[in-house]
């Protein structure tokens, strides 16, 4: 079946440090990949996606390249700020069903 | 922005209980979905909910749960007789299509077996 691997957290940065957050996934075909953010407190939030191989999902300065050859969906950013501090969850969907298959999410801490 | 929401953001109940998870998609979304995430565990998908029926459910979905669309705007899970295992954060999402279209998630609710 469908699964979605991400580094273990947590993961402690300073601020405007490069923060690079690993997830590769096994899947039949083609499936789309996406990065979803949980601020505390609140729900899961779509950061960015890639429907299809070389696609780049970007948004507020993240970004992930969708690699068919490594089955990789890594998040970047080239500065964090303590604002990014918060858990990150790689998901993917493949298939006629249509439900997010997660990976277990990684704490992300980012110190002023 | 709009915006899925949930109640209660937390439910205590006792072992054996019936408790109704409330959501409220987007509006004009057509598919609503339910994943649960366990302390410590993965974000798990439930169920999928579209035109009035389950597309699909998961092995966690038992006989003990079930989902209604009552009206127009709620979407609620019911979990007939509570277990210690059921204990977790229930997430709603809504989408407007299925495919690869993002799914639009709820705060969650945290549900607390005694």
């Known amino acids: 079946g469908n699964s979605v691997t991400q580094m273990e957290g947590p993961v402690t940065l300073s601020e405007e440090a490069f923060l690079t957050i690993n997830c590769t996934y096994t899947a039949t075909g083609y499936p789309s990949l996406f990065w979803y953010v949980q601020y505390p407190g609140e729900g899961l939030q779509l950061l960015l996606k890639?429907?299809?191989?070389?696609d780049k999902g970007s948004n507020k300065g993240f970004e992930a390249t969708y690699r068919k050859e490594t089955t990789s969906f890594h998040l970047e950013k080239g500065s964090v700020q303590v604002s990014d501090s918060a858990v990150y969850f790689c998901?993917?969907?493949?298939?006629?069903?249509?439900?997010?298959?997660f990976g277990k999410g990684t704490l992300l801490t980012v110190n002023p | 922005e709009p915006e899925v929401t949930q109640t209660p953001s937390h439910q205590v109940t006792q072992m054996g209980q019936e408790v109704i998870l409330r959501c409220v998609p987007i509006?004009?979304?057509?598919?609503f979905y339910w994943y649960r995430q366990i302390l410590g565990q993965k974000v798990e998908f439930l169920v999928s909910?579209?035109?009035?029926?389950?597309?699909?459910k998961s092995e966690i979905f038992d006989d003990q749960f079930s989902v209604e669309r009552p009206d127009g705007s709620n979407f609620t899970l019911k979990i007939r007789s509570t277990k210690l295992e059921d204990s977790a954060m229930y997430f709603c999402?809504?989408?407007?299509?299925?495919?690869?279209?993002?799914?639009?998630f709820g705060d969650g609710t945290r549900l607390s077996i005694l």
């Open positions: 909910f579209y035109n009035n029926e389950i597309s699909e």
């Open positions: 999402a809504s989408s407007v299509l299925q495919g690869n279209q993002p799914q639009h």
């Open positions: 890639a429907t299809k191989a070389d």
């Open positions: 998901a993917l969907i493949r298939g006629s069903n249509y439900k997010l298959t």
């Open positions: 509006s004009n979304h057509l598919y």
